[in-house]
């Protein structure tokens, strides 16, 4: 069932923000709510230009666009170029994926998260630029996606909650991954602290 993975995710999101995070934060209220808007407005779209767009793909849009605005100019520059990067292999796998869909052994959308994540992490060390990077890499490849489809009279929907799924399945993987890097850096710092004090004894 399409859109089930982004439900599940971002209620599970909303929980996290809304019961863990701190009371008198406001960005425990802005996610809560931004989160909330996509879950309702994501079933709802509109035409324009001959496209098929959904509210959810321009709230992202105008959210990642604003986030990147206040990064600083050398970063910002980077982090679009890759997601632009991020935005062709996103388009490059969708439609090797429409005219030869026999390589597709799993899950597409297990082979596209992995495929977003794994790009990411050797475009971007920074834990916060990634989300950035996958999410606008992905959403700019709908729009291009869409564009080349046109051109084959292909009817497409922006955004659309297959498209979610995949946003959601890419953002998961990058917090595991992310929970994996800082488990292992607590670790590093606790045995090396280990060896300092038995070098002090000794």
């Known amino acids: 069932m399409e859109g ?20 008198n934060s406001k960005l ?3 996610l809560s709510i931004w989160v909330l808007i996509l879950i309702i407005l994501s079933p709802y779209s509109f035409s324009s230009f001959g496209f098929e767009i959904s509210y959810v793909s321009i709230i992202l849009l105008g959210t990642l666009f604003y986030m990147i605005s206040k990064i600083k100019r050398l ?8 997601s632009f990067i991020t935005m062709m ?6 439609l090797y994926a429409l005219f030869d869909p026999v390589w597709i052994i799993v899950s597409r959308n297990w082979m596209l998260a992995l495929l977003l994540v794994s ?4 475009l971007q060390a920074n834990k916060y630029y990634r989300v950035i990077i996958i999410l606008l890499g992905s ?17 497409y929907l922006i955004g659309s909650v297959a498209y979610l799924d995949v946003a959601a ?8 991954w992310t929970g994996f890097e800082l488990l292992a850096s607590f670790y ?3 045995f090396n602290q280990v060896e300092k004090e038995k070098q002090k004894l000794s």
């Open 169 to 176: 399945l890419s953002s998961a993987l990058l917090c595991v």
């Open 119 to 122: 790009l990411t992490l050797i």
């Open 188 to 190: 590093e710092r606790y």
């Open 75 to 82: 970063t910002a520059a980077y982090v679009l170029i890759s």
């Open 28 to 30: 425990r209220l802005f």
């Open 139 to 155: 959403i700019q490849g709908e729009f291009l996606y869409a564009h080349i489809l046109k051109k084959y009279s292909f009817p």
């Open 89 to 94: 292999a996103y388009v490059c796998f969708q």
């Open 4 to 23: 089930l993975t982004f439900y599940w995710f971002s209620w599970m999101f909303w929980v996290i923000t809304t019961f863990f995070m701190k009371m």
